[in-house]
């Protein structure tokens, strides 16, 4: 056994199991230990430290091996076993400091079990589910020897046109800014030190979820106070929870690229927010400097990079390729160099790998015999975790829930689709795996008969959306279509549903069509779906769709033509499970929409909480001259917060418990709910404030609080909100962060637009 002294500290290196049998001795502080070990490195060495290679086709294993052994590798993503990994960190070991490697991978939403999208966990509304599914995916990917994930996404989406939309957790600031924090304390637990847990890097800083026209990759533009207003507490969220690492956004903002932006990364993120995380670019970002035309040439793309204090280049030969002749002409000085990687090697510390290497790889002996195995998965939470992330849409006449002696027609492309239920971004999920929605029924009918399926329709037959889909799937196309034509089908599937006591028809999109790079100009569900929905309208037998998308669809039709409506997003693992619970009535819905369905496309952007204007249509009065379209009405077809359930709530009106607020001091708005339904359902009581007059422009609401009651029926009970001056601070002209004296409506409600008001004075 060979034993190294790095920094005074004592570590085996012959192999794992010797070196994890020394008892470990504790490290300096995070601070002492970082110094130390810079005096040590070479400039070959650090920069090596900035290096985050994606394990793929381009580099070989071999070569990265070498690389890593000789100190020019900092980090690897994309290789998710215990044995992929272990041969990198024995490379590492073996490297002149062996200072360790970590492993990184994008566990959005789940990392084995797949969890519904993120989407779909915010429309749960259900902070412990979202805590869970993210606890869960931080102990998988720990255990496949992961540190560190590239999530949470927490870009507030407001057109959905954007393919990442589904990625991310909505359109609003508050609910997004609960969900990064949950989110961060679920992957992190106590420490992302500690076995079990992993670093957050939390994406895309800043504002990606603004590109231009939903069009991905495009320029963000944004007004100062609608920055910090709107689209930046949820990444300061995360960074207050505790967020190790953040991931920077492909896009410009006003005009300079995050990647190159001084002002972001230094004045606001390190500055005002105190972040002392690692910065990482997007993948390729650093060189994209060149044709975002603010770098001539890949050398002043990595000057620019690194003095804007991105620590680590993703993917991107820039930093290794062009940093040595920098700090050789003086155009970079050292300290920039020794900025980045003191994060780099700060951001080891934190996960703790200084302390053990093989924190998350473990030893050979206790490698999962099948990585893929079954029993790896934790299907109960899923199913759980889905369920709750369902919204029900529609229910005329209670066509829902369905009866199990019924004889029911399952049709549509996404009925049996392994592969989309997982949704984008699946991680490590497996096909094979998912419980489809035919899985599903069929799992929750005795008389397996009465099922009765046809495909019905492809996704679309449009072949060059089909062949845009599948142009990244290397192995096996995702998108395959029926070669039968479209009537052939159609034929079958009204055939089907003549047979049946209901039709339910599985539609939407295919998961690629929700994803990075998957922008669309229109929110139709395609053509040959549509055709499918209308046949069979006008076979008369009740019509259900259960809408698997990644992205709010204008369906205003296909709405009409249906009796009940659920948007299941894509919901993972167990997804068949648990939209079978919600069809036949075994869990009563209560998903409510964290983001506004628009009527049409034109729309855009329908976001609730937009300001209040000079000319404001008013439903019911002439429109000319207002603020308004005249071929289309100004209201969404489902408002934010938006969702039914099988019982029914009541609200009653509003009660504060004074007219006045003063400075300091806090304020309490009650409502009683009450289920006057049939059955026991859970519902989210949400609350909303107006600034009615201010120095400037304010939205004529925002979120402000929200909570989750379950109810028996006849139950009531009482909600009660705590308002303080913080609660109504808005970032004014000035960027200050102020409460302004004046008027504050109140509004309570079980989705954003239907509404009991009150109102009080902020003194
Ligand atoms: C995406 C990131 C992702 C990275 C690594 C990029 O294309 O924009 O969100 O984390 O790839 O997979």
Known sequence: MRNMCLLGIVISLASHTAWAQTPAAPLPPKDVFVAELLKKMSVDEKIGQLRLISIGPEMPREM?????????????????????????????????????????????????????ISLA?????????????????????????????????????????????????????????????VMVQAYQGASPALPGNIMASVKHFALYGAVEGGRDYNTVDMSPTRMFQDYLPPYHAAIEAGAGS???????????????????????????????????????????????????????????????GIDMSMNDKA????????????????????????????????????ADPYLR??????????????????????REVARKSLVLLKNQNDTLPLNKQARIALVGPLAKAPIDIMGSWAAAGQPAQSVTVFDGMRNAIAQQDNLIYARGANITDDQSVVDYLNFLNFDAPEVVNDPRAAQVMIDEAVKAAQQAD????????????????????????????????????????????????????????????????????????????????????????????????PRSVGQIPTYYSHLSIGRPFTPGKPGNYTSQYFDEGNSPLYPFGYGLSYTDFSLSDVRLSAKTLKPGATLTASVTVTNTGKRAGETVVQLYIQDVTASMSRAVKELKNFEKVMLNPGEQKVVQFTLSENDLKFYNA????????????????????????NSFQLQ
């Open 64 to 116: 990265i091996r070498k690389e890593i052994a000789a100190g020019r590798i900092g980090g690897t993503f994309n290789s998710i076993s215990r044995d992929e990994n272990r041969p990198m960190q024995d490379a590492a070991m073996r490297s002149r400091l062996q200072i360790p490697m970590f492993f990184a991978y994008d566990v959005i939403h789940g990392h084995r079990t797949i969890f519904p």
């Open 121 to 181: 966990l915010a429309s749960s509304w259900d902070m412990d589910a979202i805590g869970l599914s993210g606890r869960i995916a931080a102990r998988e990917a720990s255990a496949d020897s992961i540190d560190l994930t590239f999530a949470p996404m927490v870009d507030i989406a407001r057109d959905p046109r954007w393919g990442r939309t589904s990625e991310g957790f909505g359109e609003d600031t508050y609910l997004v800014s609960r969900i990064a924090k």
């Open 246 to 308: 953040v991931m920077v956004a492909l896009n410009s903002i006003n005009g300079v690229p995050a990647t190159s932006n001084m002002w972001l990364m230094q004045d606001l993120l390190r500055k005002d927010w105190g972040f002392k995380g690692v910065a990482v670019s997007d993948h390729g970002a650093i060189n994209e400097l060149i044709k975002h035309g603010v770098a001539k040439d890949s050398r002043e793309a990595a000057k620019l990079a690194i003095k804007a």
């Open 319 to 354: 930093y290794g390729e062009e940093l040595p002749g920098l700090l050789k002409s003086g155009e970079v000085p050292q300290s920039d160099l020794d900025n980045a990687v003191r994060e780099v090697l700060g951001a080891k510390y934190d996960m703790g790998l200084f």
């Open 361 to 382: 790889i473990g030893k050979a002996e206790d490698d999962p015999a099948d990585t893929k195995a079954d029993s790896r998965l934790h299907r109960a939470e899923a």
């Open 502 to 597: 209901v039709v339910v028809a599985v539609v939407g999109e295919s998961r690629g069509m929700s994803h990075e790079s998957s922008s669309r100009t229109n929110l139709d569900i395609p053509a040959s779906q549509r055709a499918l929905i209308t046949a069979l309208k006008a076979t008369g037998k009740p019509l259900v769709l259960v809408l698997m998308n990644g992205r709010p669809l204008s369906i205003d039709v296909q709405q009409q033509q249906a009796d009940a409506v659920l948007e299941t997003w894509f919901s993972g693992t167990e997804g068949g499970n648990a939209i079978a619970d919600v069809l036949f009535g075994d869990y009563n819905p209560s998903g409510k929409l964290p983001i506004t369905f």
């Open 734 to 757: 000035q960027l200050q962060h102020v409460a302004e004296p004046g008027e504050f409506n109140v509004q309570i409600g079980l989705d954003s637009q239907n509404v009991q008001q």
